[in-house]
């Protein structure tokens, strides 16, 4: 009886140590998918050029302000960052660059993603009005919009389409200046056009460093000129 009983209960245990190994990590890998989303060294950076303006402009360092700043805007980032990859999700599937990312490869669904931009977008503008001010909230949902709906679509029309994109992509410097001041002086204003070529500089560093022969498709050759 001892010895049946070891035999049946032996699998039943390796089986309960298996699956919650399975479950976490796939959990871990869902998470990495999610994390890619976000575009994480693009929304490094955008939360890098907000804190520096929030530093510039504020009399006193105020490292309460800064934090808020970087973590308001990093969210409304990644969440820009998310829905630009949900609207492109076909388009990506066409390139061999883009064809890993999560979307086309399957990792995710597009209703997670779209789920996951959308919260993301939405928890930083409020808490970009809680914790800062309205100024800064409206300036990060403009940036939001004018990315997804101005330079996302002109990318697939016009090689222009880095012009127009520079000035959402400079747009972090208005937000931390108005987190700092909660207004937008000739001081902000000469910051942000200062930083427009900076800006078109990094959209062309990463639409010219993918050759042409890297698009499988004459539909995903505009998106890679």
Not at 76 to 81: E, H, I, K, S, T
Not at 98 to 117: E, H, I, M, N
Not at 186 to 201: G, I, K, M, N, T
Request: glycine residues 8%; contains cysteine.
């Amino acid at each position: 009886m001892m010895w049946i009983s070891l035999g049946t209960t032996q699998p039943e245990t390796i089986s309960q140590q298996v699956l919650p190994s399975a479950a976490l990590s796939m959990a871990i890998r869902r998470a990495g998918a999610f994390f890619i989303l976000a575009k994480p060294e693009i929304t490094l950076m955008v939360m890098i050029s907000a804190g520096f303006s929030c530093l510039m402009a504020s009399d006193s360092i105020n490292l309460v302000v800064l934090a808020h700043t970087v973590l308001g805007t990093g969210l409304v980032a990644a969440g820009a960052a998310t829905l630009n990859q949900f609207m492109e999700r076909a388009l990506d599937g066409n390139m061999r660059r883009t064809s890993k990312r999560p979307l086309p490869a399957g990792k995710l669904t597009a209703r997670a993603a779209f789920v996951f931009g959308i919260s993301l977008s939405v928890a930083g503008t409020i808490y970009l009005i809680h914790f800062l001010n309205m100024l800064t909230a409206l300036l990060g949902l403009l940036t939001l919009l004018s990315y997804l709906f101005v330079y996302t679509p002109l990318k697939r029309k016009t090689r222009l389409c880095t012009l127009v994109g520079a000035f959402p992509g400079a747009a972090p410097i208005l937000m931390g200046w108005a987190a700092a001041k909660n207004n937008l002086g000739l001081e902000a204003w000469a910051l942000y056009a200062d930083s427009l070529p900076l800006a078109v500089s990094t959209l062309l560093c990463d639409r010219l460093v993918v050759p042409r022969r890297l698009c499988a498709s004459r539909n995903a050759h505009a998106s890679c000129g």
